[in-house]
């Protein structure tokens, strides 16, 4: 089966960096044992790929060996999904992974009930256990996948992954794999949209010298609380910023700027295309006009929500919310109060100011 390169080699950045190291340190192994799981899931937009590549290509003497799958839907099926994972590993460890491709090769081949993937994925582990060094097997937008066969595949390769192999996930859902446990063993370094928002100085440094805004302290400041330091947010609201400048091209450019940054919001037509498009467009209609008849709160219980829908489902859709981490902030320990990110819900309120309805939305994906 042929592999496009693209897939299984590590993204190069385009541009300079925001250096990350806060969140770098927790996932790597230094005296103890490496993690079992790192678990980067948020929402879109939030640098998840970005960090891991970050991570994974960071140079010094820890620096692990890297097999980097780039998931689409066509890894849904487990001979893909598995073959590709394969195939990603052996750019740097050839000798890996041998017999599980021939194993593929043969279950691809058989005209007879689909053959258990326990005898390949053990061979594939047995293969890694012989490596040297710290290994690290990484799958980019894990969200993409909604088959029990791989699920179950990852499953068993993280109960079994030798001490010196982790997975390392990115996704905007979490995955159904066993993360409670790997929680409770101390062997899962989880990095949430919580931590992955930009600080004041994290912000200033993308702003200022990446962007090259020049901003002041407190624009920074006031654009950071904006966005929640949503990367995705800072980056759109930056590239408006200087289109805004250029097109005033006053003598006070941070004043005109200071004018943009007192009307940004998730309406902002760039912020609005692209939460429709990578966000809205991509859920199921009850999760749509669930999001567009709740937006109007600016605090949300399953009461609240079921008395806005008339529904009974409330509290479930609010928890799948923050399980599919769709903009939704998580207001105390229990899951009985949240709120939407600033900007998802200035863009929900203007689709509903719009007059648009789930069905219209459908109708304009297609």
């Known amino acids: 089966m042929p592999v496009l390169g693209t897939k299984v080699r590590m993204p190069a950045p385009r541009r300079p960096l925001v250096e990350r190291q806060r969140l770098i340190m927790p996932m790597q192994a230094h005296d103890g044992p490496a993690p079992r799981l790192v678990l980067v899931a948020a929402p879109a937009g939030f640098g998840k790929t970005t960090l ?7 140079s010094g003497e820890s620096r692990p060996s890297v097999a980097w799958l780039a998931l689409d839907t066509g890894d849904r099926d487990v001979h893909v999904f598995l073959t590709q994972l394969v195939a990603a590993i052996q750019l740097t460890q050839p000798a890996v992974g041998g017999e599980a491709l021939a194993l593929l090769e043969a279950g ?35 969200h993409v996948i909604d088959t029990a066969a791989v699920h179950e595949a990852v499953t068993f390769l993280l109960d079994n ?33 919580a931590d992955l928002r930009f600080t004041d100085d994290e912000a200033t440094t993308f702003l200022n010298e990446i962007m090259g805004l020049d901003l002041d302290p407190g624009l920074i400041t006031s654009l950071e609380i904006r966005t929640e330091g949503w990367a995705a947010g800072l980056q759109l609201a930056a590239v408006s910023a200087r289109a805004h400048r250029a097109a005033r091209a006053r003598t006070a450019p941070d004043g005109d700027v200071a004018d943009f940054v007192a009307a940004f919001s998730g309406s902002h037509r760039f912020v609005l295309d692209y939460l429709v498009e990578e966000v809205l467009e991509q859920q199921p209609e009850d999760v749509r006009s669930f999001l ?23 509290q479930a859709m609010l928890e799948l919310l923050e399980r599919e981490n769709l903009f939704v902030v998580a207001l105390d320990d229990e899951r009985r109060w949240y ?28």
């Open 161 to 193: 992954l030798p001490p010196h192999v982790t997975l390392a996930i990115t996704t905007r859902a979490d995955p159904p794999l066993p993360l409670p446990k790997l929680r409770a063993r101390g062997e899962l370094v989880e990095i949430r949209a």
């Open 292 to 314: 567009l008849r709740t937006s109007v709160l600016d605090q949300l219980t399953g009461d609240l929500c079921d008395a806005l829908t008339g529904g009974a489902d409330g």
């Open 52 to 58: 891991l590549a970050q991570w994974l290509g960071s």
């Open 108 to 142: 691809a081949g058989a005209q007879t009930e689909p053959i258990s993937m326990n005898p390949i994925l053990i061979s594939l582990v047995n293969d890694l256990d012989v490596l040297a060094g710290p290994t690290v097997l990484a799958l980019d937008d894990y």
């Open 339 to 366: 709120r939407y990110h600033h900007l998802f819900a200035d863009a929900l309120r203007a689709r509903l100011i719009a007059g648009d309805s789930p069905r219209a939305w459908a109708t304009e994906a297609r």
